[in-house]
């Protein structure tokens, strides 16, 4: 199961000791966010998600907020 959890800072130090308290590999921390960044990938792939540059998206926008002045 995969949990995400804010921890306010004044609670940190608490939250560490319990971490550190449980046993070995029954709490895993991912280092780095590869993980999600590819699941979020092969979703975009799989339903074909239309994508736009940045620019190109920024002209549209301008386009219709002039098109109401």
Do not use: C, H
Request: aromatic share 10%; no cysteine.
């Amino acid at each position: 199961m995969i949990i995400n959890i804010n921890i306010q800072d004044e609670y940190l130090d608490s939250f560490y000791s319990y971490i550190e308290s449980m046993p070995k590999g029954a709490i895993v921390i991912p280092s780095s966010l590869d993980d999600e960044i590819l699941k979020r990938v092969k979703w975009y792939k799989k339903n074909k998600s239309k994508s736009v540059s940045f620019s190109s998206g920024l002209e549209e926008l301008r386009e219709k907020v002039i098109a109401k002045i």
